[in-house]
């Protein structure tokens, strides 16, 4: 059995009043997370939403809110401040009237708290889709220095805990990633891995092993791989490299055997989207993996997505991750 990754990293956060925003607080796995996490010491939820609708819901279930901060976008004393605010930031793209519509989203609104420093971050995604959480953190939160694109990782860990964590990326935002974003994706996944434990060796995937098929797509991750390495001369990367040479020596041994990667890679790089968030979710479904993610890389302040399939537990487990992220700067 490994150390639980999850405790480790809520050890940092006992006491320290980190505050997640959560614009979905009337779904009950939301608001049974931040109860559990206000309880435990961990987080400091700021709840978005009709206070009546969240105190029902918590009294249902007999949670206990008091103490916890609720928002209510519709009485917001700083509201004007917020639409100046997001005018300013989205400048020539949103007028103010536009603003006051925007804003009546959620997620628009628990991303404008963040960005204004209410708030440390954001879990949002039980209920809307990926491309609606991120959206706003794209376009107001935005990326740090010298990182292009975000993009999002998994945090794949053997259901009994008891084998090498993993970390796939990009499972969630970019749909065909140049290999300019690849090669970046590579890099900040390593990041992502060492704040987990994980000792980083990445592999970029293809349908090919060092040259065992030849096409567009293949020659796109062989590209990223020069240009990963080149950024990053002193992380172990390969490509391109199938799945099964990546992960099981003995394949490596035959398909790429002068490889200090394949075999015993930790972090996976997906060509593109479809093959990621394919990949991740058989992994979970079949394969017997929890997933928790994804962790979005890359932005000035953590937002995080969930999976609209999520429970209670991986809102935990996200708030967990992001407060810590928030934590690190
Ligand atoms: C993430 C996503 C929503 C962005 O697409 P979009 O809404 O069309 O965004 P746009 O192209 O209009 O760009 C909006 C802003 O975000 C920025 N942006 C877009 N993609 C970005 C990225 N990967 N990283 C950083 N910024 C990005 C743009 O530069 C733009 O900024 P600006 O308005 O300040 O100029 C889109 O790529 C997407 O839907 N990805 C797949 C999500 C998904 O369904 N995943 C599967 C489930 S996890
Ligand atoms: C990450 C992901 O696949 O999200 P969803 O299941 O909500 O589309």
Redesign the pocket.
């Known amino acids: 059995m490994k150390k639980d990754v999850i405790k480790t990293l809520s050890a940092h956060l006992k006491g320290q009043h980190v505050s997640i925003a959560y614009p979905e607080a009337t779904d009950p796995r939301v608001l049974g997370a931040a109860v559990r996490l206000k309880a435990d010491e961990l987080v400091d939820p700021v709840l978005i939403g009709n206070p009546d609708e969240i105190k029902e819901i918590a009294q249902k279930n007999s949670w206990i809110i008091d103490g916890i901060e609720i928002i209510d976008p519709e009485n917001y004393p700083e509201y004007d401040q917020m639409v100046a605010a997001f005018v300013e930031r ?1 400048k020539g ?1 949103v007028d103010e009237a536009k603003a006051q519509t925007m804003l009546k989203d959620h997620a628009y609104f628990g991303t404008m708290l963040v960005y204004m420093d209410k708030a440390d971050g954001m879990v949002c995604g039980a209920q809307y ?3 609606d959480t ?2 706003p953190a ?2 107001i939160i ?2 740090k220095e010298g990182i ?5 990782a998994f945090l794949m860990i053997p259901r009994e805990n008891d084998g090498q964590r993993l970390i796939f990326a990009d ?5 065909a990633p140049s290999a300019q ?1 690849l090669a970046e994706i590579a890099v900040v996944s390593a990041k992502t891995a060492e704040m987990f434990e994980i000792d980083p060796r990445i592999a970029l995937l293809s349908f090919s092993s060092k040259g065992s098929a030849k096409s567009d797509d293949v020659d796109r991750v062989v590209e990223a791989t020069k240009l990963a390495q080149e950024l990053a001369p002193e992380l172990p990367i390969d490509g391109e490299l199938q799945f099964d040479a990546a992960y099981v020596e003995a394949v490596a041994e035959k398909k790429a055997p002068e490889s200090k990667v394949a075999g015993h890679a930790t972090v996976f790089v997906f060509p593109e ?1 479809q093959s990621g ?1 394919i990949g991740y979710k058989i992994a979970q479904r079949l394969g017997g993996y929890q997933a928790i993610g ?1 962790i979005l890389q ?1 932005l000035n302040k953590p937002v995080s ?1 969930l ?1 609209r399939g999520c429970v209670e537990e991986d809102v935990y487990k996200v708030s967990v991750i992001t407060a810590r992220q928030a934590q690190m700067g």
């Open positions: 989205r793209k889709s990926t491309g991120v959206r794209l376009q935005k990326t292009s694109s975000t993009s999002g499972c969630a935002i970019n749909i974003q989207i968030n994804p890359g997505d999976s």
